[in-house]
């Protein structure tokens, strides 16, 4: 459907009534930046509702807040919000680093951080550091004339290219995760044949608590490497209460052969993506190491 299938336009400043839009029968199309929905339908790949469900005016959906040891970022806040961000960049920079490396500054201005994690891409730039700070989503709909919420953990968000746990009727309304702890250190690396504008051919995160130059809870996260962005299990288990010397990050170079899936399309081959998930491992060990 192109937009001419559009019937009714809506733009409401209350997320009660977005719900209660997309409770109808039919439901309606999101539009939160569009720099994927208007791309993807003039492809072809995804189509317009009869109702198109402008969020951007809906209060609360946006900003960027901490609230004791819990940070909430609203699904309206766009890229550029992340990368300017005084509060991201002192507890979680990594998310400040990731937004550095997404496309254009123009598409920052209006990519939502919702956005890009409902598109689902496995090449998605957010979703890795957002999974090395054990991040989770926010998912409300309108039930019994009240909003009704849920948390799911990232990790678990994700279900195929393009699809995720969000039913229909549900909007994603926030990202959420924990201050990291003192000693927190993490890194983002991406790859692409181009500076900007360019969908990432490999992407890897990694997070872990360092004390007494010792590895605790690590989180490793890879993107475009499978059908999904990733936690790397076992390169987390090669790493996991060790220094990250060279034996350790031989060990964990190893282990990202196994927990990288990657296949051939037109941007890279299988085997150039194994290679740089393994050198991107290698590379933020060393960063870390430095520290």
Avoid at 48 to 72: D, K
Wanted: glycine share 8%.
């Amino acid at each position: 459907m192109t937009m001419a299938a559009i019937q009714k336009v809506l733009a409401p400043t209350r997320l009660e009534q977005a719900l209660a839009a997309l409770a109808l029968p039919g439901g309606a199309t999101v539009l939160a930046g569009g720099t994927d929905l208007a791309p993807q339908t003039e492809a072809g790949v995804r189509s317009y509702a009869a109702r198109l469900l402008n969020i951007r005016r809906v209060e609360g959906l946006g900003g960027i807040q901490s609230a004791g040891q819990e940070i909430r970022i609203g699904a309206t806040t766009t890229v550029n919000e992340i990368r300017r961000s005084a509060l991201l960049a002192a507890v979680a920079p990594v998310l400040v680093e990731a937004a550095e490396h997404f496309a254009s500054e123009q598409i920052r201005n209006a990519a939502t951080l919702g956005g890009n994690l409902c598109n689902a891409s496995p090449a998605g730039d957010m979703s890795p550091p957002l999974l090395v700070l054990d991040a989770a989503v926010e998912l409300a709909h309108w039930q019994d004339d009240a909003v009704q919420t849920r948390r799911v953990p990232l990790e678990r968000f994700f279900t195929g290219p393009g699809k995720t746990v969000k039913r229909p009727e549900e909007l994603l309304t926030a990202v959420v995760f924990e201050r990291p702890a003192p000693g927190f250190v993490a890194r983002f690396r991406k790859s692409g044949p181009r500076p900007a504008l360019e969908i990432s051919t490999v992407s890897v995160a990694l997070g872990a608590r360092t004390e007494d130059g010792t590895l605790h809870a690590v989180r490793v996260a890879m993107g475009s490497v499978a059908a999904t962005p990733l936690r790397a299990r076992r390169v987390e288990a090669a790493l996991e209460g060790r220094v990250p010397d060279d034996a350790a990050i031989a060990a964990a170079v190893e282990a990202a052969a196994e927990d990288a899936k990657p296949i051939d399309d037109v941007r890279a081959s299988a085997w150039y993506r194994g290679h740089l998930v393994r050198v991107f491992i290698e590379e933020v060990l060393h960063d870390v190491r430095r520290d």
